[in-house]
């Protein structure tokens, strides 16, 4: 099945956040929101889109931190979990939930602060389109993350049921140059694979993850991160 179409399925949205955010997950979401958090605030009143949102786990967390938000989704099923999360938060009121194609957005030009896209480019058929339009409602900045080709991910990536585009440090310096973005930073992480946390419980993943983190500080296990946070900005 193909990722979009996986992603759309009802049994999918349903036992998403449960299957990859709890147990050992739980340190894999925390540690996405952070890098966001790090890379877009200040967030009072800046208005940003996300692209592929989901069940809203990044969107409700913009809004509560004082963004204005819109979370758009080809998933219907999806947003109808994010919808449900923004009332739990009480910040529904702060956010809309859009569906529609990130190949397609239904914005002007220069229409966001910032755009986000997670959990995104490993699903992206077309990821220079993608990236062009992105760029093209943006008006200051795209924060986005990849998968990267030469990780432990690599091994099992051929069984993962949605699929997965894996890419190499200079795969992504290329799309950015095309699409007129100037790197402001990056980060790597997860030397040990997504699966290897969500397996077990925080007990047993946070000494794991610990030591994990210390390994990725040294330079040489760069090109060995599972994942990749890209923070760019518009020439």
């Known amino acids: 099945m193909k990722g979009q179409e996986w992603y759309q399925a009802d049994d999918v ?3 998403y956040d449960d299957k990859r955010f709890s147990q ?5 979401d925390q540690r996405e929101k952070e890098a966001v958090l790090e890379a877009i605030a200040p967030l009072e009143d800046k208005d940003v889109l996300e ?3 989901g069940t809203g786990r990044f969107t409700v967390m913009l809004a509560a931190h004082g963004a204005n938000v819109v979370g758009l989704d080809i998933s219907a099923a999806m947003l109808q979990h994010g919808r449900q999360k923004a009332k739990r938060a009480d910040v529904a009121g702060e956010l809309d939930f859009l569906r529609g194609d990130a190949g397609r957005l239904p914005f002007p030009d220069d229409h966001f602060d910032t755009v986000v896209a997670m959990r995104f480019f490993h699903l992206a058929d077309d990821p220079e389109g993608f990236l062009q339009e992105m760029r093209r409602v943006s008006r200051d900045q795209i924060v986005f993350d990849t998968f ?3 990780s432990s991910r690599s091994i099992y990536n051929w069984a ?6 894996l890419y190499s440090k200079s795969e992504v310096s290329v799309l950015l140059a095309k699409a007129g973005l100037t790197l402001e930073g ?3 992480d997860f030397i040990v694979p997504y699966g290897f946390y969500r397996s077990m419980p925080n007990a047993l993943a946070a000494p794991i993850r610990r030591l994990d983190s210390l390994v990725g500080e040294l330079p040489v296990t760069d090109h060995l991160s599972s994942v990749s946070y890209w923070n760019t900005r518009i020439r």
């Not at 050992?24 to 894999?28: P, R, S, Y």
């Open 24 to 28: 050992g997950g739980e340190l894999i």
């Open 186 to 188: 990056v980060e790597d």
């Open 160 to 165: 993962l049921p949605m699929g997965s585009r």
């Open 13 to 15: 949205a349903e036992e």
């Open 148 to 150: 990267n080709r030469f």
């Open 51 to 53: 692209i592929a949102c």
